[in-house]
């Protein structure tokens, strides 16, 4: 299983950005990668996703503003994250999962201990 380390994270004015990066313990190349947040008191949710070839997909509330990307000779996977909003703010998880539809239904095998995302003026 693979191991994935979040870092990036930190506190940002509204309007600002951040790039966060999730480094794997291995080869990535056949894996579909996410990133998830959560806020105190809401669910974790979906935010980006970057399947093996290409392929990517966002939430409604971060469409336009973050994308994603990988390097799969390095074994990374960032999101990157402009126009923040005090909305934005949560822990960010990595998440990774050779099957596609495993991640985009939050059950990727392979989690992050997450980041915090805090963004306030």
């Known amino acids: 299983q693979v191991q994935l380390v979040e870092s990036g994270g930190g506190l940002v004015q509204p309007g600002g950005s951040l790039n966060l990066s999730c480094a794997a313990s291995?080869?990535?190349?056949?894996?579909?990668m996410g990133w998830f947040r959560q806020a105190p008191g809401k669910q974790r949710e979906l935010v980006a996703l970057?399947?093996?070839?290409?392929?990517?997909k966002f939430s409604e509330s971060v469409k336009g503003r973050f994308t994603i990307s990988r390097d799969d000779a390095k074994n990374t996977v960032c999101l990157h994250m402009n126009t923040l909003k005090p909305e934005d703010t949560a822990i960010y998880y990595c998440?990774?999962?050779?099957?596609?539809?495993?991640?985009?239904?939050?059950?990727?095998?392979?989690w992050g201990q997450g980041t915090q995302v805090t963004v306030s003026s």
């Open positions: 970057i399947v093996w070839e290409g392929t990517t």
């Open positions: 291995q080869s990535i190349f056949n894996y579909t």
């Open positions: 998440n990774a999962d050779p099957v596609p539809l495993r991640v985009k239904a939050g059950t990727g095998r392979s």
